[in-house]
């Protein structure tokens, strides 16, 4: 068989005197050899072009992916629009407190929580995804989920675009007093719906839960007993993201602002005042959130007052904000998905209950409408049982996302293809070149998720990091480690590569374009692989986000996967000078070549 190797796809002879014993054919051979030669280098070209190109696509990528969740546009801020709005029921007057940060298994040590669980109702929430406090804030101010609202991160810039709690209760000719941090007039234009508000930036080193509590009091007082409190407390997420969500440092501030609820709920507590408290996330033990993580997603409201009852269950936060409407005798807000938990409410009004039920029903159909605007509409007109609505909203996602995978699957098929041709190119012109860059590749791969998951203790979550100032900084340690992991990756390839070989020449036998070709085909193999997952990723949500909020966990990965790809365009360019030097330096080609 004739040997096609990376040492024989180079048969220079310039300058050396490995042909020597072919000195006799020399003349007629070098003419024949000038083909192969430049064909010869033009493998390591092409393939850090390769390398280069794919890097290139993978910043563009990211970028554009990162840039499709930071703005996405709901489609579905018009859903609601045929509902009729409930005529508000008798003013209840309600309080309610949302504590930043507060993770649920703090927040059972908090008496002042624990009194009103003890007197009304403990829901174990799971919220959505991200959960970061602007989407949060947002869906328990709405009760629409940051697909329905458009609030995906804290970038967004108001206002949101749907109804809140503040608007049906403005609309109901309600007292409202608001205060917290000053996010909520641009978010949710609070200065504008009310008079009665007192807001501060947010601090990340004042403690400002005692100020803002005072300033409740004392609106309250001004409004002579408002009908809608709203109090956003911020200290205990500063704590969590300062010193993570089980430190000492976290522990004693939810006890300060323990004290200062108390002092609240003491304050404005009429015997018939409903209150209702909850966090907007929690927090990992590291401190940070974003992510999918038990303590962050898990949270909790405690519901105390006229009308709650006695209970213990679980719901969705985006149900919160229909279930503080029901209580507050408001409407609820327009476009919320979400809807009155029915074990919270004590012996309540069944119209309104009714009313709602119908509301909540009309809304999932407007959904399932925008997903699947060519279907038949929704069978029915009656209300669909509060069980059923999100299954019948995941199966028009289902439907819609079937089809568009559908679509999508020639170009999957199409990178896997052009994956298989890279190996089958590669082995055709040296198998051994193949195996070794596989295996380099291989070690590459291993190394750089050995960092992420063992060294670093990492997972694909975005709160992996802890503040947004942090996440340059994230990305480009993926970066360097994927850079690092890949240049191992072609020392290990050369290494290999030589042990496949009886004899080995080395770069100063006149195979220099062969090994700089090993390095490259080291680089572009460990990048086919991470096309391959960007691929099914793309496959199964599609490059931009119109509709559908991807996974966050798959998009997480997926945006790893695009710096990794970025990162190993600078290792296209230093990976084959360093299989190129373990040649050269190879105990075995220095031998071949002294004794060439
Ligand atoms: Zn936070």
Known sequence: MRDTDVQAASPSNSGHRVHRAAAKNRHRSRRAAIRPRRLAWLVPILAVLASLALSYGAYQLAGY?????????????????????????PVQRTVVVLIDGLRDDASRLMPSISALRARGADVRLTIGQPSLSYPSWTAALTGAPQQISGVTTNWFEGPVAVETLFDSAAKAGRTIVVTGPDDLDAMFGVSVITPHVALTPWSETEYTSGWLVDETLRLDAEAGGADFVFVLLPDVDQAGHDFGGESDEYEAT???????????????????????????????????????????????????????????????????APTVAMLAGLPAPRQALGTAIDAVLENPDTD??????????????????????????????????????????????????????AQRLPVFIGIIAAVAALAVAIAVMSWRALIAALFGSAVAVAIYNGLFFLAHGLHWSLSAFNEEDLIQAFFNQRMLEAAIAALVGCLVAAVVYAGLRRELRGPQSGYLAGWLALGSATVLLAQAALVVQAGVFIWQWGPSVSWVLPDFRAAFKYDLDLIQLTALGAAALIGPVLTAIVGWLHPRARRFARSA
């Open 352 to 405: 309104a209950r009714a009313a709602e039920a119908e509301r909540a029903s009309a809304v999932t159909r407007d959904y399932i409408a925008t997903v699947l605007p060519d279907a038949a509409s929704p069978d029915g007109e009656g209300a669909i049982p509060a069980s059923q609505l999100a299954a019948q909203r995941e199966a028009a996602d289902a439907e819609r996302l079937e089809a568009e995978r």
């Open 65 to 89: 992916s990162w840039d499709q969740v930071v703005s996405y546009e709901s489609p579905y801020t018009g859903i609601g629009g045929q509902v009729q709005a409930a005529t508000a029921a």
């Open 254 to 320: 939810v006890a300060n602002v323990d004290a200062d609820l108390a002092r609240l709920i003491d304050g404005l507590d009429d015997g018939a005042t409903t209150f209702v408290v909850l966090p907007d996330h929690g927090h990992i033990a590291t401190g940070g959130h974003g992510g999918w993580e038990d303590p962050v997603i898990h949270t909790f409201a405690a519901f105390a007052g006229p009308g709650v009852a006695h209970v213990s269950t679980d719901a969705e936060l985006m149900d919160v």
